[in-house]
C-alpha cells in the first residue's frame, strides 16, 4: 500500500512563506501527474499545483500562480510545494496525490491519500 508523508505545515503570518514536502513509498501511473490539494474548513478540497513525472511540466490553480512553486527531487522522487506571498485563504489542510488527472475540466486525485500538513496563515 501507498504511503504518503505531508511535512512543513504551520503557522505563518500573512506574506510568509513555507515549504511543503511530500515523501511516499509509491509510483505515478502512466500519463498521470503528481499533485497538491488543498481543503479548507467546511469547503472541498481543491486543487493547487501538479507537475509530470519528469519534472519539466507544471501546473496550477489560478490561486497559486505566482506565488507557489511545484517541484521533484530526482532523486528521491519526493514533491515539494513553495509557497510564498500566503494569503490568509491559503489556510487549509494540505494533501499530496501521486496520480493527478485532469479530467473534464477539473484536477483529481487518483491515488491515495495522506494525513496531509496543516497551513495556518494568521493576518
Known amino acids: 500500500q501507498v504511503q504518503l508523508a505531508e511535512s512543513g505545515g504551520g503557522l505563518v503570518q500573512t506574506g510568509g512563506s513555507l515549504r511543503l514536502s511530500c515523501a511516499h513509498s509509491?509510483?505515478?501511473?502512466?500519463?498521470?501527474?503528481m499533485g497538491w490539494f488543498r481543503q479548507a474548513p467546511g469547503k472541498e478540497r481543491e486543487f493547487v499545483a501538479a507537475i509530470d513525472r519528469s519534472g519539466s511540466s507544471t501546473f496550477y490553480a489560478d490561486s497559486a500562480k505566482g506565488r507557489f512553486t511545484i517541484s521533484i527531487d530526482s532523486a528521491t522522487r519526493a514533491v515539494y510545494l513553495q509557497m510564498n506571498s500566503l494569503k490568509p485563504e491559503d489556510t487549509a489542510v494540505y494533501y499530496c496525490?501521486?496520480?493527478?488527472?485532469?479530467?473534464?475540466?477539473?484536477?483529481?486525485?487518483?491515488?491515495?491519500w495522506g494525513q496531509g500538513t496543516q497551513v495556518t496563515i494568521s493576518s
Open positions: 496525490n501521486l496520480s493527478t488527472r485532469k479530467y473534464e475540466g477539473k484536477w483529481h486525485g487518483f491515488g491515495s
Open positions: 509509491g509510483r505515478t501511473l502512466n500519463g498521470y501527474a
